[in-house]
């Protein structure tokens, strides 16, 4: 019942830029903060942004504010990811999250390459 669909990953060269999305269904998507994470195999799971629940906030670690945004459409039960400057160490599996009183969800993630 409960869907978060990620789309967008893909091969990008350094410099480049790509726009991952999620479409949520099954819960009450504007009640929901909602993320991106991010994950290496063999390395711990990185939370790479966050927005609340009407996108009039967000948050994002150093290692990727200033290129990285999010935003969400809560008409469209949507969450983007818009990557720029993308360099080889932001390869990884990136993974659709939604978060409210201590319950996730979670997508099936879509991978992001960049090579060196």
């Known amino acids: 019942q409960v869907q978060l669909v990620e789309s967008g990953g893909g091969l990008v060269q350094p410099g480049g830029s790509l726009r991952l999305s999620c479409a949520a269904s099954?819960?009450?998507?504007?009640?929901?903060?909602m993320s991106w994470y991010r994950q290496v195999p063999g390395k711990e799971r990185e939370r790479v942004a966050t927005?609340?629940?009407?996108?009039?906030?967000?948050n994002y670690p150093d290692s990727v504010k200033g290129r990285f945004t999010i935003s969400r459409d809560n008409a469209k039960n949507a969450v983007y990811l818009q990557m720029d400057s993308l360099k080889p160490e932001d390869t990884a599996v990136y993974y659709c999250?939604?978060?409210?009183?201590?319950?996730?969800?979670w997508g099936q993630g879509t991978q992001v390459t960049v090579p060196s």
């Open positions: 999250n939604a978060w409210n009183s201590g319950r996730h969800y």
């Open positions: 099954g819960f009450t998507f504007s009640n929901y903060a």
């Open positions: 927005v609340g629940t009407t996108g009039g906030t967000t």
